[in-house]
């Protein structure tokens, strides 16, 4: 594909493995994912090792961070798991994350993980009460989450990040206030609580769409004022609309996206971007792994970006975070700016131009009046 060739010998340094399995398919959830299928299992992993080694053929890998998304990879066995990482070196990266339910760890799973060479968990906990969990189709129940915590601890596991969700369907602020306590009582290092989004090809979308369910903005608004006040209270900084952190402990991995870095991303559906060219991987398990098997590289769509596509998307992910954008990416639009301040909901502090929590509130609507 003459297209690629363009990022052949680029330096990688952020890599995502997209692991597509799941025991149960969420209502929430638009990742692409399949259920649990040996015989896909087992055609899958001979694929991403294929991958891989492809990935390293093609570029020059320098890898700071890796990131194993899904689906859920924690879901993969004990014997699968060594089978998958006999020869990744990912003990010498600084930043290896693995997505985890909590129904999937065990004491020894989180033992050869850390062996491995993961150093950060993000464990999808969503809620801690058993209405919210089941109304979000999770299998785990408040005791679950506790335990599997512990035993991350106790495999020696000293930064890990906990997923919580808010605005569902008939969750009172009681409710959502008692997660976030029942969060902060484990000790992690992150929290990333995200606003419950309708998705496209979500059992969640077809129902909003059906009027059975309903989107209450005042309560969006309470439930993230909240979140952010008692986690920044507890000593988190929030750095990204949806994440807080302990100094020191935020998502390097995530923190490349948002400034724009070049990075590769392996297996089904995984996305990369390396420098004016996307691509994304065929979204089906077993066309993947056949296009490894027969060819040795992805079946893959590519999109060519502008210089104008990557401004606005360093605009739209840069506006995000404490950080914020350096204003000369919109010098025509500084009267905008200006009135956009004026409203309280942008602010240049330190030469930069950041959401103020208000804006945060809006950031869809300001950002789209900037590019």
Same mark, same amino acid.
């Given at each position: ?6 990022? %052949?010998?680029?330096? &990688? ?11 149960? &398919? ?13 015989? =896909? ?7 991403? /090792? ?13 890898? %700071? ?15 699968? *798991? ?8 990912? #003990?010498? &990266? ?24 993961? #150093? ?13 969990? /089941? ?35 008939? =969750? ?12 902060? @009582?484990?000790?992690? =290092? ?63 991995? #995530? ?45 893959? %769509? ?14 739209? *992910? ?9 204003? @000369?990416? &919109? ?6 700016? @200006? ?20 804006? =945060? ?11």
């Amino acid at each position: 594909m003459p297209a690629l060739s363009r990022t %052949e010998g680029s330096v &990688i340094r952020h890599l995502y493995v997209h692991v597509p399995f799941c025991t149960h &398919i969420c209502p929430y959830c638009s990742f692409y994912k399949t259920r649990n299928s040996l015989p =896909q299992i087992t055609d899958f992993l001979p694929a991403l /090792k294929a991958e891989l080694a492809w990935a390293e053929r093609t570029y020059n890998l320098q890898l %700071e961070t890796v990131f194993f998304g899904g689906g859920t990879p924690s879901a993969l066995s004990l014997s699968q *798991l060594e089978d998958l990482f006999r020869d990744w070196p990912l #003990n010498r &990266i600084p930043e290896v994350t693995m997505e985890a339910n909590p129904m999937t760890i065990s004491a020894a799973k989180a033992a050869l993980l850390r062996d491995i060479g993961f #150093n950060r968990i993000s464990l999808g906990v969503q809620a801690f009460d058993d209405v919210s969990l /089941k109304l979000l189709g999770r299998t785990h129940n408040a005791e679950q989450i506790r335990h599997t915590a512990r035993l991350l601890r106790g495999a020696g596991f000293t930064n890990m990040n906990i997923d919580l969700m808010f605005a569902l369907p008939g =969750q009172c602020h009681e409710q959502w206030l008692a997660s976030l306590h029942a969060a902060l @009582e484990l000790q992690p =290092q992150h929290i990333s609580a995200y606003n419950l989004n309708y998705e496209e090809d979500t059992d969640f979308f077809r129902k909003l769409e059906a009027g059975k369910l309903h989107i209450d903005e005042n309560q969006e608004r309470d439930f993230f004022l909240t979140a952010s006040a008692l986690l920044r209270e507890h000593g988190f900084e929030h750095y990204e609309i949806s994440n807080y952190a302990k100094p020191g402990f935020r998502s390097l991995h #995530n923190q490349a996206y948002w400034a724009g870095a070049d990075y590769l991303g392996l297996g089904p559906s995984a996305c990369s971007t390396v420098g004016q060219l996307r691509w994304k991987n065929v979204p089906d398990t077993v066309a993947y792994a056949k296009a490894l098997r027969e060819k040795g590289e992805p079946a893959r %769509e590519e999109e060519p970006l502008s210089e104008e596509m990557k401004t606005h998307e360093r605009i739209l *992910l840069g506006l995000r975070t404490s950080h914020g954008i350096d204003p @000369e990416l &919109i010098p025509s639009r500084v009267s905008r700016i @200006e009135e956009l301040k004026g409203e309280g909901l942008l602010e240049l502090t330190g030469g930069r131009l950041r959401l103020t929590q208000e804006g =945060q509130l809006v950031s869809d609507s300001v950002t789209s009046l900037l590019i």
